[in-house]
């Protein structure tokens, strides 16, 4: 059987790097538009609602345009902007979220693709919470560095254009768009403090996660942590738990061109402090590499078809 994809905004950041994945693939017929009639309401309405699976790669409100266009009722969506992340009706892809988000994900007809910043929070942050670790209330920080194609083609435009800098810290109104995300899906009583920066890199991102062991209810070892995340990512290739043992530093570029992530818990356990680090590509498990996966999962392939792990 194929599987008919349209990629609304197939000319963008994300749509661009989607295309590259699906491309050729045995089993995917993609539906294109002419590149003069990609904005044409009445072209990608036909598109939309010929497709079995169509990815929205659009700036927020082009996203919701593209769903009210949409009266195919086999018609299903994956929304890689963040639209619809909390919004009722719709399934969180994040397939490793919890045991059983792949199978939510494979029966639903609306997908709402994760944010970049909460893909790396959330795989850090949930586990540890279900399994009470941590406590639903315990006040999080997450922080870290995204590259500037996370800010899709203006910011490279900025970046590349003569107006780089080195490392730019943002959302310092404590408001970013993620935080409901990152509360809702990470079954916390309120949001982390987040405390994004965009680096002078391309793409590649680390997000990280300080904590006070000593201070939780039960002082977990930085084993009992470790140990944690090893077991919820056990049967998933994409997310992994690396050693830490003779690592120096962290890069992030890390898994900058991949579709995997990589989880890693530092620490001192002389004076139990934790410090929990999440690599990835924004473009990659961040955006692109998650909506694949959740397509692959929606139409039952394999679901690290076309990815990079
Ligand atoms: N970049 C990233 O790392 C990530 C991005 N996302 C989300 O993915 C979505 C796409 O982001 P990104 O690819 O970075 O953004 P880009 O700005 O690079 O691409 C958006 C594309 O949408 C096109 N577009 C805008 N309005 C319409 C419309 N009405 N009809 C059809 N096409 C339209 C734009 O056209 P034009 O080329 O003319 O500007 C552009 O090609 C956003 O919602 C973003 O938040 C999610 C996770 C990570
Ligand atoms: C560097 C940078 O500006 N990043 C964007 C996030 C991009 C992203 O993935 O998030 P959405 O899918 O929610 O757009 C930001 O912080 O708003």
Redesign the pocket.
Known sequence: MTVSIFV??A?????LEIRDRIAGRDGIAVIAIDEAR??DAAA?SEALNDADIVI?????D??R??VALIRNPATRVVD????HRVADGWTYGLPELEPDQAARIAGARFVS?P??WPSGFLALVRPLVRAGLVPADWPLVYSGA?GY??????M?AEFEGGNATGFRAYGLGLSHKHLAEMRMHGGLAQPPIFLPAVANVYRGMLGEIGLALHALPGQPSLAAVEDVLREAYRDTPVVRVAATDDIAAVRIEEDAASDRMTLRVFGNPDNGQARLIATYD??GK??AGAAVQNLNIMAGLDPVAGLTL
């Open positions: 609304d905004g000319a963008g950041t994300t749509g990609r904005k990608r929205l790669c659009l700036p927020d082009a996203a345009e593209a890689a902007s963040s639209a693709n944010g970049c995204s194609s996370g800010g899709g083609k203006a490279i924004n473009l961040g955006a």
